[in-house]
């Protein structure tokens, strides 16, 4: 056998032969992203205008404590210092923020898009190691799989928020009577979209999949299918239930500031 060599020139930082707009994806990837972080933390601080009626905004629920009827254990409990800055989706923002900053998809988008590691593929990189995701810091995204199961038990309570949004109180006879508004119908979509995402997870594959080789039990069989079929679009849920969730927020926010009109259409 003859072997040729071939000599492997580094590539310099954004050096690339490929001639198609490959920084388009980082830079809408980028755009979005920031704008999400800083309307949420925006959103997590205001403290405010959160529920409107029977609708509780996503980026609020569960209300644990709070001042809104929604909210678990009543108003802010009195252990909590005064200085200290509190909003009740500051309680529980980490979590659904950790599962998605953990997520296997958007951090091959956020490593392009915020540090450039690598800016895209087959594009030059901006250091000469590769310590990948074995030693720290990165290692740590292994939490990902706790954060599933936790993100799991918040689509519940969405679930059970869109129910709570199908309960109108009469401002007149203060009788409550089933009824659907837009709102509604804004949080059903956000709740499904999420569910699409979450359980599209690559981590629930490994927790259906285990080690076998092969799935004896159908139902088992069944889900590994389902969740695989959603995991091929896993970027498609990824980004509609970002924009869903957020919209959901401003729809409440605006509903309850007298911006927007919620319509009742049952
Ligand atoms: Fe994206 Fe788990 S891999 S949510």
Not at 13 to 21: E, L, S, V, W
Not at 170 to 199: D, E, H, M, R
Request: glycine share 8%; aromatic share 18%.
């Amino acid at each position: 056998m003859t072997t040729v060599p071939v000599r492997v020139v580094p590539r310099g930082f954004g050096q690339t032969t490929r001639r198609d707009a490959w920084w388009a994806v980082p830079a809408v990837v980028f755009t979005i992203l920031s704008a999400f972080v800083v309307y949420a933390t925006w959103a997590a601080f205001e403290g405010q205008h959160y529920t409107y009626g029977p609708y509780l905004s996503p980026f609020y629920s569960p209300e644990v404590f709070g001042d809104s009827p929604h909210a678990w254990f009543g108003s802010k409990p009195s252990f909590v210092p005064a200085w200290l800055p509190f909003s009740p989706a500051l309680l529980i923002l980490p979590f659904p923020g950790l599962f998605r900053v953990t997520c296997y998809y958007y951090r091959g988008a956020y490593y392009k898009a915020f540090w450039a590691d690598p800016p895209s593929c087959a594009v030059g990189e901006p250091r000469k190691g590769y310590r990948g995701e074995h030693s720290f810091p990165l290692v740590l995204q292994n939490i990902h799989r706790y954060f599933l199961f936790i993100a799991l038990g918040f689509l519940l309570v969405l679930a059970h928020d869109v129910w709570k949004a199908m309960w109108f109180i009469n401002p007149v006879t203060g009788q409550t009577s089933f009824g659907i508004g837009v709102g509604t119908i804004v949080l059903a979509i956000n709740v499904v979209l999420l569910g699409l995402y979450a359980l599209g997870c690559h981590t629930l594959r490994h927790v259906i999949g285990g080690k076998c080789d092969e799935l004896k039990s159908d139902t088992r069989a069944t889900a590994y299918h389902c969740v695989s079929c959603l995991n091929a679009r896993h970027m498609v849920w990824a980004w509609c239930s970002l924009v869903s969730v957020a919209f959901a927020d401003i729809y409440v926010r605006l509903c309850a500031t007298g911006v927007w009109t919620d319509w009742r259409l049952l």
